[in-house]
Structure formats: C-alpha cells, structure tokens
C-alpha cells in the first residue's frame, strides 16, 4: 500500500467545493517535507496544481488550493467544474526511504 | 516550451533489459534535477529514481534498485533509465519529470507524456 493514505473517490456536484485528504508519517509530511498535489487524466500528463503545501503554480485557478497541518495536507477545489473530473495525487519526500512518496490518488467524479 | 518526450518502451521477456530515454527541450536538463515516475496498470504513481542537477547522487526507489540505472547525456539533452533483470511487476507507464525545488522537499513541474513498458513472455 502506500506510505501516503488518500480517499480512493470523492464526488460533488458543480459549483461545490470537495477536499481530498493525505495522510503520512513523522518521516514524511510530519517531518516537515512540503506536500505536492497533481492532477492526472488518464493517457496524458500529470500536471501539477500546488507546490510547497499551498502555492499554485501560474495558470492554475484559485479554485484550487491546498494546506498542510501535522501529519496530514489537504487539497481542495471550490466551484467544481465538469473538467474537474480526474485523479488527484499528493506527494512528499520521505527521509526512510530517501525519495519521493505518493498517495494511491483520488478519483474524483463531478455529479 | 519546455517539452519531455519518452521513447523506448515495448514488449519485453521477463529477465531482459530495456533502455528508455526523454528528450528535454525548452530548457536544459543539466540545470535541472530530473525524475522517473511509473504507473502501473490500474495503480496510482511510484517514484522510480531521480538524478540531481549536477549529477553527483542518483537515488532509486527500493522497489527498482539494483536493477535500474538513471542517466543523462548532457551533448543531447537528454535522460535515459536502464531497467535490467525486467519482471512482470515493472509493467507499467513510464515519465519523466523535471524536478523542482530542493532535493527533498521537490516536485515535479513538468512531465512527458510517458512510455509503455509491458513485461511479458
């Protein structure tokens, strides 16, 4: 399994905000490595939607943010649109493994 | 614009060994740590290894090491993964990714649209 723990699904209808959560360890999010978010569709590239824990990078809507507290990040995404719907991964470094993880990802499906 | 383009997948026989390569343009990958990263049919993302900037450490993920080599030829602008002793468990699509940020709490800015490698006799 992996070492960052995602919902497997989440679902809202449009215009709703959803959260999708991950949760690490002390040797990974706990130990203060920063927390990443991409989006993936399937058959293309993942993309990256936040870095640092809650920086977008340019081109990314404000509609999606994300945070991080502890042993655990968050990603959110308010006013869900059709083209929201994708896999969402978060990523962390981990200091026992010596690279990076990632969460088994979330699908998450606009109603 | 920065662009990554893998080639060098296929149909492998388990025990065989395979080289993949992605071509950097839009930047130079000598100023950039770079990564591999893997989906496996069905899976979510795992980090295969990583290259830095200049070249000094290359770490691998537990489930590949020993067994696969990064590499970059910095004249073509280009990495390259060897994946030796192949098994069924390495199917899977294959990225790069441009790294960012510093070597432990990086991510990945840009990726190639992958390259399929299936491990099959």
């Known amino acids: 399994q992996s070492v960052l723990t995602q919902p497997p699904s989440v679902s809202g209808a449009p215009g709703q905000r959803v959260t999708i959560s991950c949760t690490g360890s002390?040797?990974?999010?706990?130990?203060?490595?920063?927390v990443n978010w991409y989006q993936h569709l399937p058959g293309t590239a993942p993309k990256l939607l936040i870095f640092g824990n809650n920086n977008r990078p340019s081109g990314v809507p404000d509609r999606f943010s994300g945070s991080k507290s502890g042993t655990s990040a968050s990603l959110a995404i308010s006013g869900l649109q059709a083209e929201d719907e994708a896999d969402y991964y978060c990523q962390s470094y981990d200091s026992s493994l010596s690279g990076w993880v990632f969460g088994a990802g979330t699908k998450l499906t606009v109603l | 614009q920065v662009q990554l383009v893998e080639s060098g997948g296929g149909v492998v026989q388990p025990g065989r060994s395979l080289r993949l390569s992605c071509a950097a343009s839009g930047f130079t990958l000598s100023n950039h740590g770079m990564n591999w990263v893997r989906q496996a049919p069905g899976k979510g993302l795992e980090w295969v290894a990583i290259?830095?900037?200049?070249?000094?450490?290359?770490y691998y993920g537990d489930s590949v090491k020993g067994r696969f080599t990064i590499s970059r030829d910095s004249s073509k602008n280009t990495l390259y993964l060897q994946m030796n002793s192949l098994r069924a468990e390495d199917t899977a699509m294959y990225y790069c990714?441009?790294?960012?940020?510093?070597?432990?709490?990086?991510?990945?800015?840009?990726w190639g649209q992958g390259t399929l490698v299936t491990v099959s006799s």
């Open positions: 002390s040797s990974n999010i706990g130990a203060s490595y920063d």
């Open positions: 990714a441009r790294h960012r940020g510093s070597a432990t709490s990086g991510w990945a800015d840009f």
């Open positions: 290259i830095w900037d200049d070249g000094s450490h290359k």
